[in-house]
């Protein structure tokens, strides 16, 4: 999935750069999106009627060229992993072709009432599994 965001000022130091934690807002953003799109259950119904959640439990991010107030960015999230109950993703955002930043997410489906890690319904596992792609770091 490949979605399009813009860098506002609110994201933006008094220079113009995007500040990492605003960065990462826009990732998780991006993933809500994600999972509304991919896994068909958006994040209202997945907490709200569900009782469902997916916290991050790990992520490592790396920076390669700031992002800048006005650029539009384009984020590209990636199913690397699944597990019984976790999920690894790759959301990859780079402006106009050029990289500029990447980060790594393990996230758990977990219940929200108990705050306990679950399986993966089947129908929302079969979804992730059509999209796996393997990670080429070389």
Not at 105 to 126: F, K, S
Request: hydrophobic share 45%; net charge negative.
């Amino acid at each position: 999935m490949i979605a399009h965001y813009p860098v506002r000022f609110a994201h933006c130091d008094p220079a113009g750069i995007a500040y990492y934690p605003r960065l990462f807002e826009l990732c998780d953003g991006a993933i809500e999106d994600w999972c509304a799109l991919v896994l068909r259950v958006p994040r209202r119904i997945m907490h709200l009627e569900l009782g469902l959640g997916m916290p991050t439990v790990h992520m490592e991010a790396r920076f390669i060229a700031p992002c800048r107030l006005g650029e539009i960015l384009d984020i590209e999230i990636a199913a690397r992993r699944v597990g019984n109950s976790s999920i690894d993703l790759t959301v990859r955002v780079g402006c106009g072709g050029a990289p500029r930043f990447e980060v790594d997410y393990t996230q758990v489906l977990m219940t929200l009432t108990e705050a306990r890690a679950t399986p993966w319904p089947d129908a929302w596992r079969t979804i992730i599994e059509s999209e796996l792609t393997v990670r080429n770091d070389a």
